[in-house]
């Protein structure tokens, strides 16, 4: 069983917009050194999750929690999380450099830092084009290098692989691998099975808003695949009600999920 708190701690959490309820009742951790995937169909309330953690939008009931304080309480929250919600935003005319030295400047961070993290995200060759001519996939890099200026330690990522190409997926990948080997927490969504059997520790299965699901991936996927875990329990597998796979049931206590690592 660990003792070390978790990163991000997400209790109970509900949220409605008019008569859609987008989030229900949604519990998971997320703790350093690993990579926890929010897996769910289109809908499912991943992004919903994601924006009341980040403090952009406000939920009508539950907590959560980065590093035992809400978003909006950090004292300078750019250097501890970096979050990509969407690749947009991005002012065309402007160049990637231009950019990150205008967020740079924004949270505090040295412009120094510009140059490597170009080299990280491999846009240094695009650096100083505008962003207009890039592609969706130089985009998704970009809005990470822009997330990574505050050198955070833990990353939250809305469908980070959308838009990238396969040489793309596996560099990112791997950049969250070596991410959480170093401690830094990765949360991040996505409704790609296959991302998830490869760059994830931990999996939350989220549907309907709610989260049914939590625990080591290994674990969770002992005596299933995870396809079949995926479509037995969501609504993307069929119509029918749906009903807990073996693992922790969302809302476990800690003890429970840690018997699954
Ligand atoms: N600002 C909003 N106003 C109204 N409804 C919203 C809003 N944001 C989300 N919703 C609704 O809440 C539900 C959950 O949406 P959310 O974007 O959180 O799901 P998701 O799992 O991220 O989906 P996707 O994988 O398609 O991005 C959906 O029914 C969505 O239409």
Same mark, same amino acid.
């Not at 309820?21 to 499912?44: I, K, M, T, Y």
């Not at 978003?71 to 929250?77: A, F, R, T």
């Not at 990280?120 to 207009?132: C, F, K, N, S």
């Not at 969706?136 to 330690?153: E, F, H, I």
């Given at each position: 069983?660990?003792?070390?708190?978790?990163?991000?701690?997400?209790?109970?959490?509900?949220?409605?917009?008019?008569?859609?309820?987008?989030?229900?009742?949604?519990?998971?951790?997320?703790?350093?050194?690993?990579?926890?995937?929010?897996?769910?169909?289109?809908?499912?309330?991943?992004?919903?999750?994601?924006?009341?953690?980040?403090?952009? +939008?406000?939920?009508?009931?539950?907590?959560?929690?980065?590093?035992?304080?809400?978003?909006?309480?950090?004292?300078?929250?750019?250097?501890?999380?970096?979050? !990509?919600?969407? +690749?947009?935003?991005?002012?065309?005319? #402007?160049?990637?450099?231009?950019?990150?030295?205008?967020?740079?400047?924004?949270?505090?961070?040295?412009? #120094?830092?510009?140059?490597?993290?170009?080299?990280? !995200?491999?846009?240094?060759?695009?650096?100083?084009?505008?962003?207009?001519?890039?592609?969706?996939?130089?985009?998704?890099?970009?809005?990470?290098?822009?997330?990574?200026?505050?050198?955070?330690?833990?990353?939250?990522?809305?469908?980070?692989?959308?838009?990238?190409?396969?040489?793309?997926?596996?560099?990112? #990948?791997?950049?969250?691998?070596?991410?959480?080997?170093?401690?830094?927490?990765?949360?991040?969504?996505?409704?790609?099975?296959?991302?998830?059997?490869? !760059?994830?520790?931990?999996?939350?299965?989220?549907?309907?808003?709610?989260?049914?699901?939590?625990?080591?991936?290994? +674990?969770?996927?002992?005596?299933?695949?995870?396809?079949?875990?995926?479509?037995?329990?969501?609504?993307?597998?069929?119509?029918?009600?749906?009903?807990?796979?073996?693992? +922790?049931?969302?809302?476990?206590?800690?003890?429970?999920?840690?018997?699954?690592?």
């Amino acid at each position: 069983m660990t003792t070390t708190s978790p990163s991000i701690e997400i209790t109970h959490l509900a949220k409605s917009y008019g008569s859609t309820q987008a989030v229900a009742d949604v519990s998971f951790h997320a703790e350093s050194g690993r990579v926890l995937a929010l897996l769910g169909p289109n809908g499912a309330g991943k992004t919903t999750t994601m924006r009341i953690l980040l403090g952009l +939008a406000t939920a009508e009931s539950g907590h959560a929690l980065i590093d035992g304080t809400a978003y909006s309480d950090l004292s300078s929250p750019a250097h501890r999380v970096g979050a !990509v919600l969407d +690749a947009g935003g991005l002012h065309p005319d #402007r160049t990637a450099r231009e950019h990150l030295r205008i967020t740079a400047a924004m949270i505090g961070a040295s412009q #120094r830092i510009i140059s490597p993290v170009l080299q990280q !995200v491999g846009l240094a060759d695009a650096a100083d084009r505008p962003v207009r001519g890039y592609s969706l996939g130089m985009r998704q890099r970009l809005a990470l290098a822009n997330a990574l200026l505050g050198d955070p330690s833990i990353l939250v990522l809305d469908e980070p692989a959308n838009g990238l190409d396969p040489a793309g997926i596996r560099w990112l #990948r791997q950049y969250l691998r070596a991410f959480a080997a170093q401690g830094g927490t990765v949360l991040l969504s996505t409704h790609v099975l296959t991302e998830v059997a490869l !760059v994830a520790d931990d999996l939350v299965i989220i549907d309907r808003g709610r989260s049914l699901i939590t625990g080591a991936l290994d +674990a969770l996927t002992a005596h299933s695949d995870l396809e079949q875990l995926y479509l037995s329990m969501t609504s993307a597998g069929s119509d029918q009600p749906i009903h807990h796979a073996s693992g +922790a049931p969302a809302g476990s206590t800690s003890t429970d999920r840690e018997t699954l690592r």
